[in-house]
């Protein structure tokens, strides 16, 4: 059972080392709004590191009835080309935070802390704009949510340089 897991390792990265990435800039900077206990923007950065790995960092607000709430979140990143322009990726990663209860009379308040996953799908125009749809599953480590899980979905645009 080792060795099959760890040919089928092998085999997925020498795919995603040998695959061409058509479009994808070195840097990008933009924003993705997103909903997890409240709707809010994040300030959202990508940074190349070779042909197929780059590494995302987002600075997000979140604000809904009772709750405020700001989050960074460092993400790792594979990414493969489906054709084109069209990629998809998936990543790890973590997020560091705080966040403020307020309802009547009971005030609250305290640390974000959560490891990350993302998977997403992303176009990349021949002009340097770039558009994306994601998922960002985040299990919270602190007690920032009560179930200690929070989905997140983003959609979001980004000015390549």
Same mark, same amino acid.
Do not use: C
């Given at each position: 059972?080792?060795?099959? @897991?760890l040919?089928?390792?092998?085999? $997925?990265?020498?795919?995603?080392?040998?695959?061409?990435?058509?479009? =994808?800039?070195?840097?990008?900077?933009g %924003?993705r *709004?997103?909903?997890?206990?409240?709707f809010?923007?994040?300030?959202? !950065?990508?940074? @190349? @590191?070779?042909?197929?790995?780059?590494?995302? #960092?987002? @600075?997000? *607000?979140?604000?809904?009835?009772?709750?405020d709430?700001?989050? $960074?979140?460092? %993400? &790792?990143?594979?990414?493969?080309?489906?054709?084109?322009g069209?990629?998809? !990726?998936?990543g790890? /990663?973590?997020? #560091? /935070?705080?966040?403020k &209860?307020?309802?009547?009379?009971?005030d609250?308040? /305290?640390? =974000?802390?959560?490891?990350?996953?993302? =998977?997403?799908?992303? !176009?990349?125009? +021949? *002009?340097? #704009?770039?558009?994306?749809?994601?998922?960002?599953?985040? =299990?919270? %480590?602190? +007690? !920032?949510?009560?179930?200690?899980?929070?989905?997140?979905? /983003? $959609?979001?645009?980004?000015?390549? *340089?």
């Amino acid at each position: 059972m080792k060795r099959i @897991l760890l040919t089928v390792v092998v085999a $997925l990265a020498g795919v995603t080392i040998t695959q061409a990435q058509e479009g =994808i800039s070195k840097n990008a900077i933009g %924003l993705r *709004f997103s909903h997890n206990d409240g709707f809010g923007p994040e300030i959202s !950065y990508q940074r @190349l @590191l070779n042909s197929s790995n780059r590494l995302e #960092l987002d @600075l997000g *607000f979140r604000q809904s009835k009772h709750v405020d709430a700001f989050k $960074l979140s460092g %993400l &790792y990143q594979w990414v493969w080309n489906i054709e084109g322009g069209f990629h998809w !990726y998936a990543g790890v /990663g973590a997020s #560091l /935070g705080s966040w403020k &209860y307020d309802w009547g009379n009971h005030d609250d308040s /305290g640390a =974000i802390l959560a490891i990350d996953g993302n =998977i997403g799908v992303e !176009y990349n125009f +021949d *002009f340097p #704009l770039q558009v994306f749809v994601d998922f960002r599953p985040e =299990i919270y %480590l602190t +007690d !920032y949510h009560d179930n200690n899980f929070g989905p997140d979905f /983003g $959609l979001g645009a980004r000015f390549k *340089f």
